[in-house]
């Protein structure tokens, strides 16, 4: 059975902070996803990182997969009050029929003005 | 461009009920997964069908519930004789097995269950 760890669990931060989320496993995953979720609402996908070591940015993310595919982080540079909501990590097993994904229990992330 | 549905968004049943899910995938999607999401957790797979055939299922799904996609397009859930525990929420998600695609997963805005 694949885990998959987030952490922080919760995070209170100010405007402009800089904040990290991680996502640890002890399994290794052929792809690792990122959803942002708000309450009431499915997840909505961020990005996907497939290769071991590799950086993603997208606007004020950066995302980075382990060089083993083991873990991941999410870097948020300068938080806005828009970035507020549930933080979730996913990892992929890809097998002849699909991409089952594990999720991690999420990070609620609140940014106050 | 037309995401993934699901409906209804609400239902409240009475134990020992059955109830029917809908999700409607991404037109060209011919992956489709349907998962929990319980208070305060991630996501938990349930099942997953490529085109009509359902290829595996959790050990989650016990068999009150039942999944079906019957042309390979849209797919229903369903739950018979609800209990208490099966108040969650209920998401759909699709992909399509395409080059780069098959990683990515779109879901839809859920079905939350609440079983009285």
């Known amino acids: 059975t694949q885990l998959l760890e987030q952490s922080p669990q919760f995070l209170s931060i100010q405007e402009g902070e800089n904040l990290t989320v991680y996502c640890n496993s002890s399994?290794?995953?052929?792809?690792l996803q990122w959803y942002r979720q708000e309450p009431g609402e499915g997840p909505v996908l961020l990005v996907t990182?497939?290769?071991?070591?590799e950086v993603k940015k997208l606007k004020r993310l950066t995302f980075q997969f382990g060089d083993a595919r083991k873990d991941s982080s999410l870097h948020i540079t300068a938080a806005q009050p828009g970035d507020t909501g549930l933080y979730l990590c996913?990892?992929?097993?890809?097998?002849?029929?699909?991409?089952?994904?594990?999720f991690g229990t999420g990070t609620q992330l609140k940014v106050e003005l | 461009d037309t995401g993934v549905s699901q409906d209804p968004r609400h239902k409240i049943t009475k134990r020992g009920q059955n109830v029917t899910f809908r999700c409607d995938p991404i037109?060209?999607?011919?992956?489709l997964y349907w998962y929990r999401q319980t208070l305060g957790q991630g996501p938990e797979f349930l099942t997953y069908?490529?085109?009509?055939?359902?290829?595996?299922k959790s050990r989650l799904l016990s068999d009150r519930f039942s999944a079906e996609r019957p042309k390979g397009s849209f797919s229903t859930l369903e739950i018979q004789r609800t209990e208490q525990g099966d108040s969650a929420m209920y998401l759909c998600?699709?992909?399509?097995?395409?080059?780069?695609?098959?990683?990515?997963?779109?879901f839809g805005p859920g079905t939350r269950l609440t079983v009285t």
């Open positions: 998600a699709s992909s399509s097995s395409g080059t780069f695609s098959p990683y990515e997963q779109y």
């Open positions: 399994s290794v995953f052929s792809s």
């Open positions: 990182v497939v290769t071991g070591g």
């Open positions: 996913a990892g992929g097993i890809l097998t002849g029929g699909g991409n089952k994904l594990t």
């Open positions: 037109s060209e999607h011919n992956r």
């Open positions: 069908f490529q085109n009509e055939a359902q290829l595996e």
